[in-house]
């Protein structure tokens, strides 16, 4: 059974500060890989989908990276703003099943 | 577009009421979903679909019933609601494998069982 793991649960950085949100599996057979945002209140907006054949997705600032081998992914997001205060989700879509890490809560303070 | 649309957006029940959540999707979408999100746990999955007429059960399907008759429509029934689904329910729908996964949620259901 798939588990998706996401270190640490909170992040706080300044404003301009590069950073890397981590995503752990166990079972490197991964489907693809999603990466979430989800505001207080909110439902899930989309950020990023890796397929299994790729190795990493870009949009704008931000870039996750996939590692099957490895059982990781990471989200890269560059030159934070305090619009990227938010709880960022990541997980297996598995055949449309998903199987979801518990987040991180980053906060970027201006 | 409106994309994932579920409706109540609140709704307060006592112990052995029922109720059905409302999701609807205008994407044409084959694969829909319901998902239950409760602190510390994360999103865990209910039910799905992989179109109309056919649906199946996720890690978590005591409780609950769903059905899928068209296209754009997924509600997801609660017989006999207990405090243990208090929650909030995610719906989500995509294009399905081979034509784009990315999951599309909706604003969600915030539900408390008295």
């Known amino acids: 059974k798939q588990e998706v793991t996401q270190i640490p649960a909170a992040l706080s950085v300044p404003e301009g500060e590069n950073l890397v949100l981590n995503c752990s599996f166990t079972?490197?057979?991964?489907?693809?890989l999603q990466w979430f945002r989800q505001d207080p209140g909110k439902g899930l907006t989309s950020l990023l989908l890796?397929?299994?054949?790729?190795r990493e997705q870009t949009s704008g600032r931000l870039n996750a990276s996939l590692d099957k081998s490895s059982g990781r992914s990471t989200l890269y997001i560059a030159a934070s703003q305090p619009g990227d205060s938010a709880t960022y989700l990541c997980a297996d879509t598995g055949f449309q099943k998903l199987v979801f890490g518990t987040g991180t809560r980053l906060l970027v303070s201006p | 577009n409106a994309g994932v649309t579920q409706t109540p957006k609140f709704q307060v029940l006592k112990t052995g009421q029922s109720m059905t959540l409302q999701c609807a999707q205008d994407m044409n979408h084959e694969y829909m979903s319901w998902y239950r999100q409760d602190p510390g746990m994360g999103l865990r999955l209910i039910h799905y679909s992989v179109g109309a007429g056919i649906t199946d059960q996720g890690e978590v399907p005591n409780g609950y019933n769903v059905s899928r008759s068209t296209t754009e429509d997924f509600p997801l029934r609660l017989l006999s609601a207990a405090p243990s689904q208090t929650s909030v329910y995610f719906c989500a729908s995509s294009l399905g494998p081979g034509e784009g996964e990315t999951q599309y949620f909706g604003p969600g259901t915030r539900l408390l069982v008295l």
């Open positions: 079972d490197s057979a991964i489907y693809n």
């Open positions: 890796i397929q299994s054949s790729q």
